[in-house]
């Protein structure tokens, strides 16, 4: 059975050992190694040539030049997904300078994470665009209530609040958290619900808002 290769890289020990026993458990992916600083991670890219980096975009000097000559190579094999605890639009923007192919929440479900990196390991780029709001495409038919049960309490909080037609900023306050993180959040939702645009979201959290118990801030 094909299985991707990966390195992991993260200054906090628990993260790297949790990332190591969640990949490790599953039979598509292995990790090549696990890097605990931004050259050790480095060097090991250049290396081993993963085929997927995770990179905890806390780690200093992680966004280095030697990050953008990998990144910029003739033949860039390896896939870069980062960690974050939160993210600004500026940080989108300078994923995106970087070619990384996604951003993951350290607040996800283990489960999200897996399903990135496979959408990851199959060449698709699951990074939100740095713009104000998610993009918006061709409206979707009726979405069964059952795919609601994939969605995490606090997407369905940002579902809800999305109905009551806050922008991500707004919701971002309401939440505490950088609008940024909500727009990864609604990344992530539109995705799991099979759907394009905010407008179709707000009309599955008012018809399914009694039924679903979406929950309040």
Do not use: W
Request: proline fraction near 4%; hydrophobic fraction near 45%.
């Amino acid at each position: 059975m094909h299985f991707s290769r990966v390195v992991i890289a993260s200054r906090f020990p628990i993260v790297l050992l949790g990332l190591n026993c969640l990949l490790e458990a599953e039979r598509d992916f292995r990790v090549a190694a696990r890097c605990s600083d931004s050259a050790s991670c480095l060097n090991a890219i250049r290396a081993l040539v993963p085929d997927i980096a995770i990179l905890d975009i806390s780690m200093p000097d992680i966004f280095g030049q030697a990050l953008l000559d990998i990144a910029n190579s003739r033949n860039p094999a390896v896939r870069l997904v980062f960690l974050a605890t939160s993210v600004e639009d500026r940080d989108l923007s300078m994923l995106a300078e970087v070619g990384a192919f996604g951003v993951i929440l350290n607040e996800e479900e283990p489960e999200t994470l897996l399903q990135t990196l496979r959408q990851v390991a199959d060449g698709h780029r699951m990074l939100p665009a740095p713009s104000s709001e998610v993009a918006i495409s061709s409206g979707q038919s009726a979405i069964l209530e059952k795919h609601l049960a994939v969605l995490t309490d606090r997407e369905r909080q940002i579902m809800r609040l999305v109905s009551e037609g806050l922008s991500n900023k707004e919701i971002g306050r309401r939440l505490k958290v950088t609008d940024g993180t909500i727009k990864v959040h609604l990344h992530h939702i539109f995705r799991k619900l099979e759907i394009g645009n905010r407008t179709a979201l707000a009309t599955l959290a008012v018809s399914y808002a009694g039924q679903t118990g979406l929950p309040s801030d």
